[in-house]
């Protein structure tokens, strides 16, 4: 069982939009959830071959709200992957919901098909600052739905948190991770505020109700430290864990493992191919149904984007990079990177462990920054020590994907 898949289903539904959102999700079109069901089925059976020479171990139903979807629809999902792929019964099984849209009935249900992990949407523990970013529920009801997850039977859970929202202050902050904390779940992923174009939230960008960049570090820094001092050590940028207790599913993303999406704007990287499909239910469902093309965008990863997205996605994670892994794998001089790395240590945003670099809480901070400086520095190693760099850029051409292409990826 060398072969492994992650599998993400997108549920793009919710009962109403928050303000920050900007994943692919819609509020009010409850009426066309039974045709997405059907065509989110048929493709995942479209599938099959793609998924067969692999064993499904991370399954994760993402949105949306799939809570509000119901579970019925989930494990017919579910259902349908067992059937037609081969779906490990040690898989971890990750469903999203939201306090205000949990019920006992869906949650023995799911249990019962075989989710054992829940991912709750709690984002502040402060009732005022919920209502702002256009939450359902209070946190009386977030506490209420950690206690009905446990008594059925769910050992697994994490909770979402966003920091540096509107109005929020860093004794907010603190009394929101004290009270998450204190409720115990396994995990915790916890998001700086973005303000990305077309969302609500936008209308507070040059008001002095949002923390300045400074208030936003230092409830980092808090958290980092309030995080370890209670157990839940950092091992990813956003994301805490109980040891043991990391997700396995987007330890994928981070680690460069094969995964495939379902659902519009979903996206995949298997066998060194990326692609997503489109950010729209009514031509998902319309492609489906019709065979058109849903592909959104298409590219194959060569030598040249596999040793960048090492450095990426690795110095994300606390577990980082390794010289030797690097040279072995990508035939390419660690130099000048770690002459930058061991720069960045001096400063307190590095720390070589063994024979791994990683950044500290400081340089997760700068991470954008930081990252982007070693990628030049490892472009500039690769054309001076590497003569198949020259070679892979001279014969790489614009991926053209023909009109039927899009029924082989599903």
């Given at each position: 069982?060398?072969?492994?898949?992650?599998?993400?289903?997108?549920?793009?539904?919710?009962?109403?939009?928050?303000?920050?959102?900007?994943?692919?999700?819609?509020?009010?079109?409850?009426?066309?959830?039974?045709?997405?069901?059907?065509?989110?089925?048929?493709?995942?059976?479209?599938?099959?071959?793609?998924?067969?020479?692999?064993?499904?171990?991370?399954?994760?139903?993402?949105?949306?709200t799939p809570s509000f979807y119901g579970a019925k629809y989930i494990c017919e999902i579910f259902n349908t992957l067992k059937r037609t792929a081969k779906v490990l019964k040690s898989s971890e099984v990750t469903v999203e919901m939201n306090p205000d849209s949990i019920t006992r009935e869906d949650l023995r249900l799911l249990k019962n098909e075989g989710v054992n992990r829940i991912s709750l949407g709690i984002q502040s523990a402060n009732d005022d600052i919920l209502k702002l970013i256009g939450r359902r529920h209070t946190f009386k009801q977030a506490e209420q739905a950690i206690k009905m997850i446990r008594a059925e039977g769910f050992d697994n859970i994490n909770i979402d948190l966003i920091y540096g929202l509107p109005s929020q202050t860093k004794n907010d902050w603190a009394d929101t991770l004290s009270k998450t904390i204190a409720l115990r779940p396994q995990h915790f992923s916890c998001y700086g505020l973005k303000i990305e174009d077309g969302t609500d939230i936008c209308r507070y960008r040059e008001s002095e109700l949002l923390p300045s960049d400074d208030d936003q570090a230092d409830m980092y820094l808090y958290m980092t430290d309030m995080m370890e001092h209670y157990g839940y050590p950092q091992y990813e940028i956003s994301n805490f864990a109980l040891p043991g207790r990391e997700s396995k599913h987007n330890l994928k993303y981070w680690r460069l493992d094969d995964y495939m999406g379902f659902g519009p704007g979903a996206h995949s990287c298997v066998g060194g191919v990326r692609y997503s499909y489109v950010r729209s239910l009514d031509k998902y469902i319309d492609g489906v149904f019709s065979s058109a093309d849903i592909i959104d965008e298409y590219e194959k990863t060569g030598k040249l984007d596999r040793a960048s997205e090492y450095i990426m996605l690795g110095m994300r994670t606390v577990h980082g990079i390794s010289k030797d892994e690097y040279i072995s794998i990508y035939r390419s001089g660690f130099d000048k990177i770690e002459y930058l790395l061991c720069e960045y240590e001096k400063k307190g945003w590095a720390k070589l462990r063994g024979d791994r670099w990683s950044f500290t809480s400081s340089g997760f901070l700068l991470s954008n920054i930081l990252i982007g400086t070693l990628l030049e520095a490892q472009s500039q190693a690769k054309m001076s020590a590497n003569p198949w760099i020259l070679e892979e850029i001279g014969s790489e051409e614009p991926e053209i994907l023909m009109p039927n292409d899009g029924a082989t990826f599903g």
């Open positions: 069982m060398d072969h492994m898949l992650g599998v993400y289903i997108h549920i793009p539904f919710c009962a109403s939009k928050c303000s920050y959102c900007d994943f692919y999700s819609l509020a009010g079109h409850e009426s066309k959830m039974k045709k997405y069901q059907t065509a989110l089925i048929k493709h995942i059976e479209e599938a099959a071959p793609q998924m067969e020479p692999y064993y499904i171990d991370t399954l994760y139903f993402g949105g949306g």
